[in-house]
């Protein structure tokens, strides 16, 4: 599991967000870090609308996490396997 969520957002409970992570059984699970500060007090901070400017770098930063996800997925359940994990249709390298 991976959260993005700033430290002031006023939607949810980042605190009780951050506790369920915490409690999450993968070990990869993990916040990942906002573009640009951890404190913003947004809910929702990327897309065309509230943050045109955030939403690449949020995009990549889940891409990422899920490609490693993938790859530590496959090589403990096929040994050996190829470490690459696929290509996301339409998405950039």
Known sequence: MAIMLGDLDPTI???KALA???RWPHPASRRLPLPGETTLAEHVFAG???GPGRTQDC???FEQFIRGVMVSD???THPGHSQTPP???GASS
């Open 48 to 50: 065309d609308i509230c």
């Open 87 to 89: 290509n996301f249709a």
């Open 13 to 15: 409970s980042a605190k």
């Open 74 to 76: 496959r090589n403990e």
């Open 20 to 22: 369920t992570l915490n």
């Open 59 to 61: 995009v990549n930063a």
